[in-house]
């Protein structure tokens, strides 16, 4: 089965450091972009940026550059998402989840989510 | 403009049709794709490419496109379909980045 399962919930203190991570199985982790996806409470979805496990070759779109850093290890079919130093308004939902093809820009499986919640 | 605009909400008696639209300028050069979201669950995607569905969507869930609007269309909506729904492409960039809709809420009466 195809499958990208993310890690748990975190609960963090504005400038504390992250990294969430997203393990995918039952395909070939790297031949496929794998794009991170934020979802503020109650809003809707975000475009974060994208990375190929293959190479490492990562995007990120405006909003979010300078922001988080996205990354990958081929070795154990994990790609992350990290945060150097959190804040309040980083609490959300965030997925991963992997991208049909560059042309099609359609993510076709996607993880559970992981909860972040940063409050002091 | 790398933004991608949809109604906020749309509402569809229970077996009858309704559209869900989609607007940007950078739908003149790429497909849409197209999520479905319910309550405390990830998004599933409905629709990519010209009009595929992944396995599992019932073909009741179909899209098209013209010109810088792309739409989802559901054909004899069931209750079950009663969900938020986002679009989703390439920016206009040309950088591999993409861009989600705002999201339709779609209720079924």
């Known amino acids: 089965e195809v499958q990208l399962v993310q890690s748990g919930a975190e609960v963090k203190k504005p400038g504390e450091s992250l990294k969430i991570s997203c393990k995918g199985s039952?395909?070939?982790?790297?031949?496929?972009?794998i794009g991170w996806v934020r979802q503020m409470p109650g809003k809707g979805l975000e475009w974060m940026g994208i990375?190929?496990?293959?190479?490492?070759?990562?995007r990120y779109s405006p909003s979010f550059q300078g922001q988080v850093t996205i990354s990958a290890d081929k070795s154990i079919s994990t790609a992350y998402l990290q945060w150097s130093s959190l804040k309040a308004s980083d609490t959300a939902m965030y997925y991963c989840?992997?991208?049909?093809?560059?042309?099609?820009?359609?993510?076709?499986?996607w993880g559970q989510g992981t909860m972040v919640t940063v409050s002091s | 403009s790398s933004e991608l605009t949809q109604d906020p909400a749309v509402s569809v008696a229970l077996g009858q049709t309704v559209r869900i639209t989609c607007q940007g300028d950078?739908?003149?050069?790429?497909?849409a794709s197209w999520y479905q979201q319910k309550p405390g669950q990830a998004p599933v995607l409905v629709i990519y490419?010209?009009?595929n569905r992944p396995s599992g969507i019932p073909d009741r869930f179909s899209g098209s496109s013209s010109g810088n609007t792309a739409s989802l269309t559901i054909t004899g909506a069931q209750a079950e379909d009663e969900a938020d729904y986002y679009c989703?492409?390439?920016?206009?960039?040309?950088?591999?980045?993409?861009?989600f809709g705002g999201g339709t809420k779609l209720t079924v009466l």
């Open positions: 989840a992997r991208q049909v093809s560059p042309a099609l820009n359609a993510f076709d499986i």
């Open positions: 039952g395909y070939s982790f790297t031949s496929y972009w």
């Open positions: 990375i190929y496990p293959g190479d490492s070759d990562t």
């Open positions: 950078s739908l003149r050069s790429y497909y």
């Open positions: 490419g010209k009009n």
């Open positions: 989703n492409s390439r920016d206009s960039s040309g950088n591999h980045l993409g861009v």
